[in-house]
């Protein structure tokens, strides 16, 4: 029963403590004032679940937040206790607009920083180097200063976020990287998935070891992808029509719209998306798991089919570079899909459909990673190892990893052995794993294969 309390404390902590209008010391606050009054229930003769009940009543008659947190998942009976109008908090959020808007024309303008340097941005030949190591420090600084703001960080930890992009800028700008060599792109790649488990902190706002926080975090990238390319595809079909608009009036558009408008509208959006995220999530957490429930099934039949093809006709796996690359984000997408479909389900709930189509998703692409490291590992003893190939293998292997557990406990799941949150905390323990695994990347690669 001491678990169950815990879990349903945990869970209203969660939500109140990814509110952007509180901070870290005011959820501490909030929880100490729950806990007394729930251990004070309990000592009158009351139930947990009972206590816990009253509790946030209570918690509902003293803070808007919780109110909310009750409205926000009014499909529970605890949750509905609480309803009640909502305070206006509009100057709080002018005040986070004004900010974001700043941080976005800052990003909008970091991205023409080589122009700084006598680099043409479009120019890939002479500033593709430069966009590639450094298109990291140039963005999502801004993102983790938005969420410094919003989360109101002390300057101690403030100064502890940016501890990570400088040492990345010395790694990625002090190596005497070979123009155009594999491990200059490897190491920019890997970059931004350091910087933005970076943004994860500050977005976490000093909770990085709560699990139920970093699941937060998981939701927030998958929202924030969506809000990105909804964007994206709404800026691309706006230059469409300018680039038309004025060649109809003899006014050539194209060269303002490729080194300008798109590259700033593209780094800008960064924030403006986080900023979306945080303040229209009753929206996108509608849609979000729509489009799991849509692409799940379609995705889990291409790497079904995809298998069959490969064992009916006995081809195997090419492993040329393109086709690694590939591969990799095919498998990066399926532990998106994955990941947002675990972070958006009702952990209470039965198995459904979804639950068994999203493990078909997962042994078929267990499946073909294995049948691609088999490949991969039969080219490197022809071959031997290169930048490319090492890091190819490297992620396969933590990409096996995961899916493998994964799909063990998503089967004791069907199969009514295993909790819900064992997958769910699989998910957030294993997070730390591509972090590391991107910093060896950036950090041991160049020097190993000689900056090549």
Known sequence: ???????????????????????????????????????????????????????????GNLDELSREFAREHSDRLWKQLVLAPRQDRAPAARNDFVVMLGLAVFAALAVQAPRLF?????????????????????????????????????????????????????????????????????????????LWLVVGVAYLAGEWRSKGRR???????????????????????????????????????????????????????????AWLVEAKQSVIENMAPVLTRVFTPLFALMLLASVVAIIWTGHGVDVEREVLILLDLLLVVVLGLLLYSISARDPGAEPTMTDALQLLLVMSALVLDALTLG?????????????????????????????????????????????FAELERWQTTYVPAYAIWAAVVVIAFPPIFGFL
Not at 1 to 15: G, N, P, S, V
Not at 23 to 37: F, I, K, P, S, W
Not at 246 to 270: H, K, N
């Open 375 to 419: 490949a991969m590992v039969s080219r490197i003893s022809d071959f031997g190892f290169s930048a490319n190939r090492t890091a190819a293998l490297g992620l396969n292997l933590v990409l096996l990893v995961n899916l493998a557990w994964s799909a063990w406990l998503s089967y004791g799941f069907l199969r009514h052995r295993r909790p």
């Open 1 to 59: 029963m001491a678990t169950d309390l815990e879990a349903q404390i945990a869970q209203w902590r969660a939500y109140v403590a990814g509110h952007r209008a509180v901070d870290h010391a005011d959820v501490d606050e909030l929880e100490g004032h729950l806990r007394d009054q729930v251990a004070e229930l309990v000592g009158s003769g009351l139930k947990d679940d009972e206590a816990f009940l009253v509790a946030v009543k209570r918690m």
């Open 118 to 194: 006598g680099l043409d941005p479009m120019d890939m030949t002479s500033a593709s180097a430069f966009y590639v190591r450094n298109i990291g420090f140039l963005i999502l600084p801004m993102l983790a200063g938005y969420f410094a703001w919003t989360r109101r960080l002390e300057l101690g930890h403030v100064l502890m976020l940016a501890a990570p992009f400088v040492a990345g800028a010395i790694f990625a700008n002090a190596y005497p990287f070979a123009r155009g060599g594999a491990t200059e792109v490897l190491t920019g790649i890997h970059l931004l998935v350091v």
């Open 215 to 273: 699941m937060d975090f998981i939701r927030f990238t998958g929202e924030w992808f969506i809000y990105y390319v909804l964007i994206a595809l709404g800026g691309a079909v706006l230059a469409l029509f300018t680039v038309g608009t004025f060649s109809a009036i003899g006014i050539d558009a194209t060269l303002f719209i490729s080194s300008w408008l798109l590259p700033c509208g593209a780094a800008g959006t960064v924030v403006v998306a």
